[in-house]
């Protein structure tokens, strides 16, 4: 079974310009995830998608941040214009479902390492 | 709102020695508790997991945790730590009902020959 797909793995950029980044979870998977991962600190959740439609974006910075999910399979999260603050790792995740199917588990994809200069 | 302690940013232990690492949490619903580990350079990967029944999880790697409901805690422990422990420990949380996943700030582990 194919993992998480995540692209691209690094980026840099400079500060004011836009990025984009993609994912593909696990086929089957109805519920994504995107997090940001300052280095040294735990995941924080940006968004979360149930199929194409979002659950949970309160802790999404809108003013810059964007985020979608057009069909309910892959997913793109897009900055712009990205701050020197946003440099992090972002973290697409993935499980079955809600409303207790499946095990709960997160499946995390390898990131999508940002430096903004 | 739910949200997760970790009150140990780092935790120096010599090898073979036991460990603990802490986790408290806050919830006003239902939850399943997680532990992730992220070794240097690498993705997050499932550590263990409580989603009902024995309080007393087991994971991979000889770890293990035990859910306390009353202290609302899900700490982390192993009976004799390897070098290859060494890495940063996230404690999360998730709501049973809309499967939203919050982590703690980590305690990274190191293990000291």
């Known amino acids: 079974e194919a993992g998480v797909a995540q692209s691209p793995r690094y980026k840099i950029i400079e500060k004011r310009q836009s990025v984009a980044f993609w994912c593909n979870p696990i086929?089957?998977?109805?519920?994504l995830y995107w997090y940001q991962q300052i280095l040294g600190q735990g995941p924080k959740l940006l968004i979360q998608?149930?199929?194409?439609?979002?659950?949970?974006d309160s802790q999404l910075p809108k003013d810059r941040f964007s985020a979608e999910r057009l069909k309910g399979v892959d997913s793109t999260l897009k900055i712009q214009p990205a701050k020197l603050e946003d440099s992090a790792v972002y973290l697409c995740?993935?499980?079955?479902?809600?409303?207790?199917?499946?095990?709960?588990?997160?499946?995390f994809g390898e990131g999508s390492r940002l430096t903004v200069l | 709102a739910q949200s997760v302690t970790q009150l140990d940013s780092q935790v120096p232990v010599f090898e073979e020695a036991p460990v603990e690492l802490r986790c408290n949490y806050s919830s006003s619903v239902s939850v399943y508790l997680f532990w992730y580990v992220q070794y240097p350079n690498q993705g997050l990967q499932l550590l263990l997991k409580?989603?009902?029944?024995?309080?007393l999880v087991k994971g991979i790697n000889g770890f293990e945790a035990e859910f306390n409901k009353s202290q609302t805690s899900f700490h982390l422990r192993k009976p004799s730590v390897h070098i290859s422990d060494t890495a940063e420990y996230f404690c999360a949380v998730s709501d049973r009902g809309t499967y939203k996943y919050i982590f703690g700030t980590g305690t990274r582990l190191k293990v000291l020959a």
């Open positions: 998608f149930q199929n194409n439609g979002v659950v949970d």
């Open positions: 086929s089957g998977h109805a519920t």
């Open positions: 995740a993935s499980i079955v479902g809600t409303g207790g199917a499946g095990t709960g588990e997160l499946f």
């Open positions: 409580y989603l009902s029944g024995s309080t």
